[in-house]
T-cell receptor, first 113, second 111 residues
């Protein structure tokens, strides 16, 4: 059981570079989410998706884009990386939005220098 | 009042002791509640749901107080492996119906 798989685990970007954080789940969950977690802070929702072809903004979407072409995959795109995007990024999936049973990936630690 | 509020701690507790921490929420219409555990530099994992009548899972007891709008987590006979950050999670039943994570309470179990 892979659950939610995120790649890469670590990445250093230079200011202005772009990258895609990959997220895949094998639980056939319709709902998927991207969060960021800054040191000592809580999780902030970036984007979420309620199913293939449907995405919506969360609390902090600026500087990011997402797509959901399949149920399994939910990549997060960073365009023109900025130091403020230095954070740990977690992808999660769930059977329903309000169920509370979110499964998280192991995270991507991103540093922008 | 913040939607979900937790004492950030840290709580430094000797091994074997009992420790409890609370989480308050602002939306009285909230319907479901959870505790997650996050180890250092790891992802959050669901610890337990919180039911209206209170519930136990081994050494862990979760309770809900709707009148005062808080949930609590009690850990008995604490182990070194209980050291982690405990996140309070609330389903506010708003239009978007997405759960809200608290910032967490850090717990250190001392040998």
């Amino acid at each position: 059981n892979a659950g939610v798989t995120q790649t890469p685990k670590f990445r250093i970007l230079k200011i202005g570079q772009s990258m895609t954080l990959q997220c895949a789940q094998d639980m056939n969950h319709n709902y998927m989410y991207w969060y960021r977690q800054d040191p000592g802070m809580g999780l902030k929702l970036i984007y979420y998706s309620v199913g293939a072809g449907i995405t919506d903004k969360g609390e902090v979407p600026n500087g990011y884009n997402v797509s959901r072409s399949t149920t399994e995959d939910f990549p997060l795109r960073l365009e023109l990386a900025a130091p403020s995007q230095t954070s740990v990024y977690f992808c999660a999936s769930s059977y329903s939005q309000g169920s509370g049973g979110y499964t998280f990936g192991s995270g991507t630690r991103l540093t922008v220098v | 009042r913040k939607e979900v509020e937790q004492d950030p701690g840290p709580f430094n507790v000797p091994e074997g002791a009992t420790v409890a921490f609370n989480c308050t929420y602002s939306n009285s219409a909230s319907q479901s509640f959870f505790w997650y555990r996050q180890d250092c530099r790891k992802e959050p994992k669901l610890l337990m749901s919180v039911y209206s009548s209170g519930n136990e899972d081994g050494r862990f007891t979760a309770q809900l107080n709707r009148a005062s709008q808080y949930i609590s987590l009690l850990i008995r006979d604490s182990k070194l492996s209980d050291s982690a950050t405990y996140l309070c999670v609330v389903n506010p039943m708003n239009r978007d119906d997405k759960i809200i994570f608290g910032k967490g309470t850090r717990l250190h179990i001392l040998p």
